[in-house]
């Protein structure tokens, strides 16, 4: 029997090693994650809620099931936690809105289902931005959280309360959703791996929409190995979501080796200059080295229109948000003012009252770029933007197995600091609203810490490829995590953990 703080340390592997090896169970393993969240949440925030007796259960019959020789999977008895937009049957789905905080889930969205097929046991819901829209899950109408790697700064967003946990060893693996960036920064600024797949990679069915056309749900984990096991779990067509693909792939067994000799990284040189702090700039640079010293080639590749990207995903996910939330309307869902004169009041007040600062100024970002007159000037002009785009990441991974960039232009900062400032805190999307726009499948990887004002913080490099290319990606990942270990020993769960002890 391990101590709780050794439980939390482990990866998704060793945990799935020691339940099939029988050195532990899946009780002790959520036991001690409860234990971990008793002792940080009342610090970190990144629970909104525990689903404790369920957890409880899930987890014996998990160890039952094991007992008779019939796992329901290789993860079964691995306890996981969402972002508090996706469904599971019976518990609130808050969006960390007031607008929905007395919603509960009629249905499990299909990634719920298949966690629950696979026997994982659901911990419960994580802390973002209301409605995932922000980057530092400051916009959570439920307090924000903390990054724990320092406690006085964001843990990026909207996913910040899945990166925190993880990070903070609250929960092995979490599932996040990422319209422009928000599995991936919240996990460079926590030095966790996130996984954008594919547009259409993983059903959307029982998420609630931000941007239809951008959306994708994806892990988030110690290491790329494990986002490749929680992706084995959750890819897959589904006919209840019409944009679900078929023909991407649903397995990722990575490869071995750790020689990448033979593949081709390419550094768009739109996404090293003006804006990049110096040493998010020297780490992702670093990284490019190690890979080409583990024998890739490196090569410098242009997306000249790299600089649209930003205005065009603002006004894209802006307007698609204006429409998915007109459902909104105190009537069918969530909030309702008690008194109101007329229907228009209560569509008003009810809007006006359920609805943060940030949703309200997107939804009317997004009415204006789609009324008439303006629609051609921006709307139009957005999808061209995202079309130029897609044309050229194409071109430039005819040539590349996987493109490197920063997975944002800072390392975490303070709490507070950005919040005055809607567009300081847009600018920090830079790198990563274009694998959104173009649909690609895109990795965020530690890449070691960065010094800023005494803190020891994590850097987050990003890799995009191909469609298809997910495996390849994890797998140049898990490479250089094994080489590099980027983060190994100071990982703030082992200083978090001291305190949870035995029960
Ligand atoms: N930070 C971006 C935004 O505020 C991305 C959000 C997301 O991916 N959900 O829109």
């Known amino acids: 029997m391990r101590s709780y703080a050794e439980i939390c340390r482990l990866t998704v592997r060793q945990l799935m090693d020691a339940l099939s090896s029988g050195s532990l169970t899946s009780v002790e393993i959520t036991e001690g994650y409860l234990a971990s969240i008793a002792a940080q949440n009342g610090t970190i925030n990144a629970f909104l809620e525990v689903y404790e007796a369920d957890a409880r259960n899930e987890a014996a019959a998990s160890d039952a ?139 959307r069915y029982g998420l609630v929409a931000f941007a239809s056309s951008l959306d994708q749900i994806g892990p988030l984990c110690k290491t790329a190995e494990d986002a490749a096991l929680i992706m084995g779990v959750i890819a897959g067509h589904d006919r209840r979501d019409a944009t679900s693909d078929a023909a991407l792939p649903t397995r990722f067994g990575l490869d071995a080796r750790d020689d990448l000799t033979g593949l081709t990284i390419g550094l768009p040189k739109e996404c090293f200059g003006e804006g990049l702090s110096m040493p998010v700039y020297h780490a992702v640079m670093a990284a490019a080295e190690a890979l080409r010293a583990m024998g890739a080639k490196v090569v410098d590749v242009s997306i000249p229109s790299l600089p649209y990207a930003l205005s065009a995903y603002y006004v894209l996910s802006s307007a698609e948000a204006s429409s998915n939330l007109a459902r909104f309307d105190g009537v069918r869902y969530g909030y309702r003012v008690k008194e109101y004169a007329d229907l228009d009041e209560l569509y008003r007040r009810s809007r006006e009252e359920g609805f943060g600062l940030e949703v309200k100024r997107r939804i009317m970002l997004g009415t204006f770029a789609l009324s008439s007159g303006y629609q051609d000037q921006y709307y139009q002009k957005a ?14 991974l005819a040539g590349c197995d996987a493109l490197l960039t920063p997975v944002a232009p800072t390392c975490a900062y303070r709490l507070g600091e950005k919040t005055a400032d809607p567009m300081q805190m847009y600018m920090g999307d ?52 094994q080489r590099q270990k980027p983060n190994a020993g100071i990982h703030p769960y082992d200083r978090l953990l001291k305190g949870v002890t035995k029960a």
């Not at 007395?102 to 719920?112: E, G, K, N, Q, R």
């Not at 409605?131 to 990054?147: D, T």
């Not at 999808?383 to 430039?396: M, P, S, V």
Request: aromatic content about 4%; some cysteine.
């Open 383 to 396: 999808q061209q933007a995202r079309e130029l785009l897609r044309h050229e990441f194409g071109l430039a």
């Open 430 to 481: 830079l790198y990563t609203v274009p694998a959104n726009l173009t649909g690609l499948p895109c990795v965020s990887v530690p890449c070691g810490l960065a010094e800023e004002d005494g803190a020891s913080l994590p850097v987050g490099m990003s890799l995009t490829g191909a469609r298809e290319s997910l495996q390849t990606l994890l797998s140049i990942a898990s490479a250089y995590e």
């Open 65 to 203: 099931r094991r007992a008779e020789g019939n796992p329901l999977s290789p993860l079964d008895g691995i306890p996981i936690a969402l972002k508090d937009n996706m469904l599971v049957a019976g518990h609130t789905c808050a969006c960390a809105s007031r607008m929905l905080q007395d919603f509960v889930s009629p249905y499990d969205a299909t990634v719920t289902q298949r966690l629950r097929a696979a026997g994982m046991v659901i911990l419960g819901r994580l802390n973002m931005d209301e409605f995932a829209m922000g980057s530092s899950n400051e916009n959570s109408a439920f307090g924000v959280c903390r990054n724990p790697w320092a406690t006085d700064r964001v843990p990026g967003g909207s996913s910040g309360g899945a990166a925190a946990a993880v990070a903070a060893g609250m929960v092995p693996a979490a599932l996040g959703s990422d319209t422009g960036g928000s599995i991936r920064q919240p996990a460079s600024f926590c030095g966790v791996t996130g996984v954008k797949p594919a547009y259409g990679n993983v059903s």
